[in-house]
């Protein structure tokens, strides 16, 4: 390869792999954009491997720095998980570690029903785990075979966001491997200032090896709508009604809503709604060349199944959607939550799963979502033969998100995820990419002050502007827990 480590300790030297397959699994990500080489994968069989791995690090003094990246799954897409000449942590030989499972549930005085779960569990298996003593957490990702490491270094998001917060709003404590090799307990009340780092902090503070994630009792069955506007104004304002209704009691709201675009661009995926309906549906992103959909959910189980509809129909009385363009689904809490895993297989099962992901995330300010809506949707995308993929598009409240935490996200107490989650060919991905800059550019332009998330920047300039008034504390934390810049080389703040 080219590259080679230093002697390594003794009680680890047989945890490194550089045969060329591993090597190559480790220089690629979901992304399929972005390829680093690493020397090594390192494959832990116990935290203390990866202390012993990261002391070993931040001790060396070599001229070329030790690099080190945590990689969940890889699934990332633009290298975030990678380390170029250094060693990735493969975090998935950490499995099976707590109490056989990785995850264990219990119950606390002071904070109820919580699961400790190790940083590299799936939340697929947390679900499962959990619901096997009838209890869940309440914040997800639209995809479930994400690490909890992976996405507590991010946010994770979904439409459960507006109601609970974030995935990272909803850990009460951490164990962390800092840059120096400490293993450290953090929690609001202990060692504070390296848990906000951690949360949203982009693996550049520590190696998460446990979350410490609230639970409450789990549904059993959802019903999930779907709702169809041609104009944008009604689309918009019915979603930031429905969120802002979420502070009353539980039964009031909905528990999840999401929406998303159907494009006249390609053949809109209209599998969702019922066969008869799907002509209809066609002929109107026809007419229009762009449908809003708000997609919404409310859980129920046997207790409340017999009030769920009348819950219903008082939540969406006096919504603006088109006449008739209504749909409900009734499905297990199951199937609802894992809803991308079966869309997985069938992607995977016409090849179209392994391949360029030039994705564009953003949060917008609600109060310049209309220009974006404009400005990007009716202009920019609609006007040229790019696939936009998938376009998700959903308000969320800004007081369930903490400030202290590394996230960014803009200032306004109501902002959007805009995302969109594109697919390409091995050698078109870069037209994709083009368009994502005239986005990005249209909005400095026009003044629209959007957050990239899940981002990914070239320079250190581009990262301090994206932190903006967090720069600050965001350096000085890097100093305090990673000051030889060891950790994550593959975001490309510290590291070049
Ligand atoms: C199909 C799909 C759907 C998605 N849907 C959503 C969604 O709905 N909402 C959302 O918020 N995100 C979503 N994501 C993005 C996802 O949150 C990120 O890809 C995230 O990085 C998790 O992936 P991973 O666990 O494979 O982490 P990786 O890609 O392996 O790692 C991501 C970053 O975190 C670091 N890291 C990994 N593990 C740890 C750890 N234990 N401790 C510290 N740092 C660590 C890595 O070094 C890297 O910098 C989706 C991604 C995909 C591919």
């Not at 969940?72 to 950490?94: C, E, F, I, K, P």
Request: hydrophobic content about 40%; charged content about 20%.
């Amino acid at each position: 390869m080219g590259v080679s480590l230093p002697p390594k300790p003794n009680d680890i030297a047989d945890r490194f792999c550089n045969d060329s397959e591993t090597i190559k699994l480790a220089s690629t990500d979901y992304g399929h954009i972005v390829q680093e080489i690493p020397a090594a994968v390192f494959h832990p069989t116990s935290v203390n491997d990866t202390a012993i791995l990261i002391n070993f690090a931040y001790n060396n003094n070599t001229t070329v720095p030790i690099t080190i990246a945590a990689r969940g799954r890889g699934h990332s897409v633009r290298g975030q998980a990678m380390a170029r000449g250094g060693v990735v942590v493969n975090m998935t030989s950490l499995e099976n570690r707590i109490n056989g499972s990785g995850i264990s549930v219990s119950r606390s005085p002071f904070l109820g029903f919580f699961a400790d779960v190790g940083g590299e569990q799936l939340w697929i298996d947390v679900l499962h785990a959990t619901l096997e003593h009838g209890l869940s957490p309440v914040s997800w990702t639209d995809y479930l075979y994400l690490t909890v490491g992976g996405t507590l270094s991010n946010a994770g998001i979904s439409g459960q966001t507006f109601r609970f917060g974030p995935q990272i709003s909803n850990v009460y404590e951490l164990d962390v491997i800092t840059g120096k090799g400490d293993i450290v307990t953090c929690s609001t009340k202990e060692n504070s200032e390296l848990y906000y780092a951690v949360l949203g902090g982009l693996g550049q503070f520590g190696i998460i090896t446990r979350a410490r994630i609230a639970l409450k009792p789990a549904p059993t069955r959802v019903k999930w709508l779907r709702m169809l506007y041609n104009d944008f104004s009604a689309f918009s304002r019915d979603q930031e009604h429905l969120i802002s209704i979420n502070g009353r009691k539980q039964g009031n709201a909905f528990d999840y809503l999401e929406g998303m675009l159907l494009l006249n661009q390609a053949p809109p995926d209209v599998s969702f709604f019922p066969e008869p309906d799907q002509p209809r549906i066609i002929s109107l992103v026809t007419q229009h060349g762009i449908i809003y959909c708000i997609e919404a959910a409310i859980y129920y189980d046997d207790r409340t199944v017999n009030t769920v509809d009348k819950e219903l129909q008082v939540l969406v009385k006096g919504l603006s959607f088109l006449p008739g363009f209504i749909f409900e689904k009734n499905v297990s809490y199951v199937d609802f939550v894992n809803r991308v895993g079966s869309e997985e297989q069938i992607l995977r099962s016409k090849g179209l799963w392994d391949i360029p992901h030039p994705w564009l995330n953003l949060f917008v300010p609600r109060s310049r979502i209309s220009d974006f809506d404009s400005g990007v949707f009716k202009n920019i995308i609609l006007k040229q033969n790019i696939s936009a993929g998938l376009v998700l598009l959903y308000p969320m409240n800004r007081n369930k998100w903490d400030d202290n935490m590394s996230a960014v996200i803009p200032e306004e107490d109501v902002f959007y995820a805009v995302s969109l989650l594109r697919s390409s060919g091995f050698n078109t991905w870069e037209a994709f990419d083009r368009q994502n800059e005239e986005i990005l550019q249209f909005c400095e332009n026009v003044g629209i002050k959007v957050q990239t998330y899940l981002s990914h920047y070239e320079t250190q300039e581009s990262w301090i502007k994206h932190f903006g008034s967090k720069w600050r504390s965001f350096q000085e934390r890097k100093a305090q827990f990673d000051p030889k810049m060891i950790l994550a080389p593959g975001q490309r703040i510290f590291n070049k």
